[in-house]
């Protein structure tokens, strides 16, 4: 065979590369990043007060996760965000099917659900917190007002998308319109609304340290912006990893999740 | 008795009369009870309209179609239909698949495996009762949807192409499937193509429809006996009853070419 030149076998579009190298370029980019910035940091190039090291970052989170205040700050967000994603999502995807599935109910829904969802929620979050205060119904609110009318417009896309065929092979085989919905309609639309529950997961976390950078008494938003008045940076990288960490392991949870009550997903591959 | 009779029937879509399409034009027919019927017809002459019309998915515009003496206004379980996209539930296993239409009449668990199992094993799909259609090949995802259609027993089974994205060898082998099946159960069957050796193989009586708007042109009775297998394919009745046909439909596929 003859050999290819480094354009053909990297630089042509869709072309498999080898495993190893696959691995290995992921493993460059975030070690060279790494490195930048332990170059930068330890050499005293950036100032302590400007770009904490590593080595700071990590004696922080330690301080941080031995006098329980990070796992406070957690729990109040994760409880902010759970409570909050789950209740737009109990209403929002019922609604969102009903409405891909009938047009009835979009044409009443629709134009309504298409102005709330270009409101910027953050733009909401004074207003909130004039009527209910900056407490964990506050934080609710506004995950809820963040997520709801998305959630729907996404759910609805799902249900729409499903095969007008299904519903017409069941109505020959004897299925009644109640039937139609609860075996074909919401079985068709789970694994589309699995994804839409995933993607709005990740949106929900933005809102939600928004809200508590604006205004709260607890939570990761709330001590990342108590680092800042601290100035020190070294407690803002703690809490910007440690949400990150916890939002890949909440995208983990979903596809896992997914991969259980959806077995005919990955069936074959 | 289950005979069904397209009686005069025309079907046009559209609402404004400039842009309407006439599907079908005063299309009389009628398929006695345990007769396999095929209409055979250039692609886009309202052949799938007809069937539509049985299954009660769609309502004609003029005239009106009966099973025995019951007038069809809408989808039941005394027809049953296999779509040429096959329209397996994904989320289901091949055996919840057959069991679908018995589940939605909430037949009693032990007698929908049963009935299930049969024409899993009628279609030849035992070793994959547990699989999702995702796994299957096009061959057997329409054997699924034969023993779907027949596990709930209509009376009529509709088949709308069904072997049209077949490939040939799969499609002659399904072919002889379905006659076999339908020796034991002797259903009335109204069976849509555009192959013409399909229609000559599988029916006895052979409709061929006009282009657009439909109308049908001649009727072929299949002498053939059966059972029948696939070296009557070759026989001088096969070949002069194809001929006649092909000749048929020449002019018509020229027309439906002109129309698109």
């Given at each position: 065979?003859?050999?290819l ?7 042509t579009p ?10 290995g ?14 170059l ?33 700050h ?7 965000i ?19 599935g ?6 009443a829904l ?8 270009y ?15 900056i407490?964990?119904?506050e934080?609710?609110?506004?995950i809820f007002l ?18 007008a065929?299904?519903f ?15 075996r074909?309609?919401?079985?068709a639309t789970?694994?589309?609304?699995m ?7 990740g949106?929900a ?12 008494n607890a ?34 949870a ?10 005919w ?5 | 008795?289950a ?10 879509f ?27 017809g250039?692609?886009?002459c309202?052949?799938?309209s007809a ?5 009660g ?41 057959v ?14 495996t ?22 299957l090949?096009?061959?057997m ?17 509709l088949?709308?192409?069904p ?15 379905l ?8 259903k009335t ?13 599988l ?11 439909g ?8 002498g053939?006996?059966r ?13 002069d009853l194809k001929k ?5 439909l ?11």
């Amino acid at each position: 065979m003859a050999t290819l030149s480094f354009m053909d076998r990297y630089l042509t579009p869709k072309l498999a590369i080898p495993k190893k190298v696959e691995m290995g370029a992921g493993i460059v980019v975030a070690g060279s990043i790494l490195a930048l910035w332990m170059l930068v940091s330890y050499t005293g190039y950036a100032s302590k007060d400007f770009l904490p090291s590593p080595t700071d970052v990590w004696t922080s989170f330690n301080d941080k996760a031995s006098d329980g205040s990070l796992r406070k700050h957690i729990g109040v967000s994760l409880t902010e965000i759970y409570l909050g994603f789950f209740l737009s999502s109990i209403i929002a995807v019922p609604i969102g099917i009903f409405m891909g599935g009938f047009k009835i109910v979009q044409s009443a829904l629709e134009p309504l659900v298409n102005f709330m969802r270009y409101l910027p929620v953050t733009s909401m979050i004074p207003l909130l917190i004039l009527w209910i205060g900056i407490g964990l119904e506050e934080k609710i609110a506004v995950i809820f007002l963040g997520t709801f009318f998305q959630q729907i417009v996404m759910v609805s896309d799902v249900a729409r998308g499903v095969q007008a065929d299904l519903f017409n092979v069941s109505y020959t085989l004897g299925a009644t319109r109640g039937q139609i919905v609860t075996r074909v309609l919401v079985p068709a639309t789970l694994s589309g609304v699995m994804d839409t529950l995933r993607v709005t997961m990740g949106w929900a976390w933005t809102f939600l340290v928004v809200a508590e950078l604006v205004a709260s008494n607890a939570g990761l938003g709330y001590m990342i912006l108590q680092s800042m008045r601290g100035l020190d940076p070294a407690g803002i990288f703690v809490g910007i990893f440690v949400i990150g960490f916890l939002g890949l392991i909440t995208d983990l949870a979903f596809k896992w999740v997914k991969r259980m009550i959806l077995p005919w997903e990955n069936v074959g591959k | 008795m289950a005979q069904v009779h397209l009686e005069n029937v025309t079907v046009r879509f559209g609402s404004a009369k400039s842009n309407q399409i006439t599907a079908l034009q005063n299309l009389d027919l009628v398929i006695p009870e345990e007769q396999f019927a095929v209409i055979v017809g250039p692609s886009g002459c309202g052949k799938s309209s007809a069937l539509d019309l049985v299954a009660g998915l769609n309502r004609a515009t003029e005239g009106r179609v009966t099973l025995g003496s019951t007038v069809i206004e809408k989808p039941g379980s005394e027809r049953g239909m296999v779509p040429q996209n096959y329209s397996l539930f994904p989320w289901l296993t091949v055996q919840k698949n057959v069991e679908y239409g018995l589940a939605l009449k909430n037949v009693p668990n032990a007698e929908r495996t049963e009935r299930a199992s049969h024409y899993v094993d009628a279609v030849g799909l035992t070793k994959f009762r547990k699989a999702y259609p995702s796994q299957l090949s096009g061959g057997m995802k329409q054997r699924v949807a034969i023993a779907r259609a027949l596990a709930v027993n209509p009376e009529v089974l509709l088949m709308d192409e069904p072997f049209g994205a077949l490939d040939s060898q799969t499609r002659s082998v399904m072919q002889e499937l379905l006659l076999k099946i339908w020796q034991q159960e002797r259903k009335t069957v109204l069976f849509i193509t555009h192959d013409i050796d399909e229609a000559l193989y599988l029916g006895d009586v052979v409709y061929v429809m006009s282009a657009r708007p439909g109308r049908i042109i001649d009727t072929v009775h299949v002498g053939i006996e059966r059972p029948r297998d696939y070296s009557v394919t070759t026989s001088s009745e096969f070949v002069d009853l194809k001929k006649r046909i092909m000749s048929s439909l020449h002019a018509e596929v020229d027309k439906a070419l002109a129309m698109t």
